[in-house]
Nanobody, 125 residues
Framework: QVQLVESGGGLVQTGGSLRLSCAASGRTLLTYTMAWFRQAPGKEREFVADISWSGSSSYYLDSVKGRFTISIDNAKNAIYLQMNSLKPEDTAVYYC??????????????????WGQGTQVTVSA
């Protein structure tokens, strides 16, 4: 079991930046692939980015490539999402998620076992 708690959301203007954090407890992140998802009002939850347990590989949603950066700090048992050049369409609740690092397949919602409670990000026009 692992518990995930997100923080760092807020209100920012278009073009601004935010850094989301996800603190994990219960088990070391070395056994998981970690990811960020987001869900906008009236829309399905979508994948944003993921990172391997070692931090050596990461993958991004096309619309955030070059603007968002995911990172992991195994010493702190935490992951982060640095979001730059934010746009109104980035407005959503952002969730941290974890799945076994041995699970293969696309990063879809049902494949993730553990979720945080979410943190709201609002980008004003």
């Amino acid at each position: 079991q692992v518990q995930l708690v997100e923080s760092g959301g807020g209100l920012v203007q278009t073009g601004g930046s935010l850094r989301l954090s996800c603190a994990a407890s219960g088990r070391t992140l070395l056994t998981y692939t970690m990811a960020w998802f987001r869900q906008a009002p009236g829309k399905e939850r979508e994948f944003v980015a993921d990172i391997s347990w070692s931090g050596s590989s990461s993958y991004y949603l096309d619309s955030v490539k070059g603007r968002f950066t995911i990172s992991i700090d195994n010493a702190k048992n935490a992951i982060y999402l640095q979001m730059n050049s934010l746009k109104p369409e980035d407005t959503a609740v952002y969730y941290c998620a974890a799945r076994s690092r041995f699970r293969v397949g696309p990063p879809v919602v049902p494949s993730y076992d553990y979720w945080g409670q979410g943190t709201q990000v609002t980008v004003s026009a």
